[in-house]
């Protein structure tokens, strides 16, 4: 059966799911109010296309506002006069008060659900189950990051009696955040930095990832509705002319990015107080699932067929390479071939589906590109028709074996090829691992304690994370998401992401009657928020 089939008729498309009209967006969020753009609209392409006989026809969805540095620089301007250098309203609000907002916004973000989830298939081409989970579990981040903000602002209710000095350390805002997300979740990763950012008292300026940018488009009028004028501003456009603009002000306090670590860079550098800005960026990985000889060969390939596999490898937590322990070689590829060629193709309403169209334009001629250089210098496909391709949709290979004269070997995928390289020495696979420019994650599989164990703590200081007979995974949430070398800067948990956005401040005096009596006397008048004592429930 050729892949093309797979594709719809615009009949064949049920009604629940199918796009009813052409979207044609020109508002944006601008200093708490919805301002129409007048400009150049930037269309948005489907990687859903329709048939025709042998024909594929890209669906245009709709448009989005092509913003210019003026725009851009108006958002910025507005963010700046919401924080006042730390004295505006937001910034010096109560926590409680703060959160009271969050929950509007939660509230109201709910009532979008359907529209966010149907726009999240027809934008990245994510399945029903995947984007219903999206949805889903960005909203639980966020009832999470409301629970752990009053567990923190309950911490530090109290006061610190030390060598004589009374003192109360909270955390404060650090000023304007420019928040950037992936289109891969454009909707949880971006909320993972948006909401910590806002609920801590910074003002933030929003710009949607470049694929999955409409469905930010619902959630417009409930961000407007919830918070004052100017705490969040959502700008759309190039980045070149538009993100670029607001690092070169140097006017941006926190720059959170989930991208590539050269984009990132790239960015940093147009700072001009490169000292002041703070960064918490998610960045790119290669991460390897080490398959040792006496590995459970049925769970092992259960793991890395989630881990390679799941929305078409598009994760930054993905298993990027395979090595496997050449005793165990051979019976590995052909059960991990064989479950690869068990994975259902097709559109994302379909039932079961799990490998769906690629969102990205010529991702599938930079796959094909990949496969053909592998195969050039020694590697075959191991499962049937794998890299068979159609329009956008790109049938997962089973690559073996791999070496380091391919480029797979050290360049991240990012979609459905997998890897595997052959070992004889577990000293190859440390060696590529210590060597790596990526320290994000990685997997052992193995059944060995000491040996499993004596690997932990080789890699213990190379990657942010090590899972033991486990997929590599971002969750779950309350764990540190972090990344070494190239791989990420700063840390996200539920808990860490408040310290990422935030700093803490001491006020302090000394221990003596006086002292401690006028202390006393600022709190009883209700003077400070920052000095208050209240308990939050």
């Known amino acids: 059966m050729s892949i093309t089939t797979l594709f719809p008729q615009a009949a064949e498309i049920p009604a629940e799911f199918a796009q009813q009209r052409l979207l044609e967006q020109r508002d944006y969020l601008l200093n708490g109010e919805l301002v129409s753009w007048p400009g150049e609209l930037s269309p948005v392409i489907s990687p859903v296309q329709l048939r025709h006989g042998d024909t594929l026809t890209p669906v245009l969805l709709g448009y989005t506002p ?248 598009q994760r930054c937590t993905a298993l990027k390479i395979l090595f496997v322990e050449r005793p165990l070689a051979a019976a590995f ?65 089973v690559l073996y074996p791999v070496n380091a004269s391919m480029r797979l070997y050290q360049e991240e995928q990012f979609g459905p090829l997998v890897p595997v390289v052959p070992f004889d020495s577990i000293d190859e696979v440390i060696d590529y691992v210590v060597n790596s420019n990526f320290g994000q994650q990685l997997s052992i599989f193995g059944q060995d304690p000491r040996q499993v164990g004596e690997l932990v703590d080789i890699f213990a200081n190379q990657v942010g994370r090590i899972n033991i007979n486990a997929q590599c995974q971002r969750g779950p949430d309350s764990f540190p998401f972090n990344g070494r070398k190239d791989s990420a800067e700063g840390t996200l948990s539920v808990v860490d992401a408040l310290r990422q956005f935030s700093t803490p401040t001491l006020v302090a005096t000394k221990y003596q009657d006086p002292d401690v009596g006028f202390v006393k006397q600022i709190i009883q008048q209700r003077a400070s928020h920052f000095l208050a004592t209240d308990f939050l429930f």
């Open 66 to 313: 092509l913003l210019d540095a003026e725009a851009a620089l108006q958002a910025l301007d507005g963010a700046v006069k919401a924080y006042d250098l730390g004295r505006g309203a937001w910034p010096s609000m109560p926590v409680l008060e703060r959160i009271r907002h969050v929950e509007t916004f939660l509230g109201l973000m709910q009532q979008q659900r359907t529209e966010v989830i149907r726009l999240l298939m027809w934008e990245i081409g994510k399945n029903y189950p995947d984007a219903a989970k999206e949805f889903d579990r960005t909203c639980d981040y966020i009832r999470d990051t409301i629970a752990a903000l009053k567990q923190q602002d309950r911490d530090a209710s109290h006061f610190i009696i030390e060598q004589g000095a009374l003192g109360k350390i909270r955390r404060v805002p650090v000023g304007v955040a420019l928040c950037m997300g992936p289109f891969n979740y454009p909707l949880n990763e971006t909320f993972t930095t948006l909401i910590p950012a806002l609920i801590m008292g910074n003002t933030v300026i929003f710009k949607p990832a470049k694929y999955g940018v409409l469905l930010i488009q619902p959630l417009l009028r409930a961000f407007a509705q919830s918070f004052p004028a100017g705490v969040i501003n959502i700008i759309y456009g190039r980045g070149r002319e538009t993100v670029g603009v607001l690092m070169e002000s140097g006017k941006i306090d926190l720059f959170a990015f989930i991208g590539t670590n050269k984009g990132a860079s790239d960015l940093k550098r147009m700072h001009p107080k490169p000292h002041r800005l703070r960064a918490v960026l998610g960045l790119d990985a290669k991460n390897p699932g080490i398959i040792l000889a006496d590995a459970d060969l049925k769970r092992t390939v259960a793991e890395v067929v989630a881990g390679a596999l799941s929305f078409n490898g």
């Open 333 to 397: 590829v052909k059960a991990l071939s064989q479950a690869v060629d068990q994975l259902q193709l097709g559109m994302p309403w379909q039932a079961g589906v799990q490998i769906t169209p690629l969102p990205e334009p010529g991702k599938t001629a930079f796959l094909t590109a990949l496969l053909e250089d592998a195969i050039a210098n020694g590697a075959q496909v191991q499962n049937a028709q794998g890299g068979v391709c159609a329009g956008s949709l790109f049938k997962p290979a």
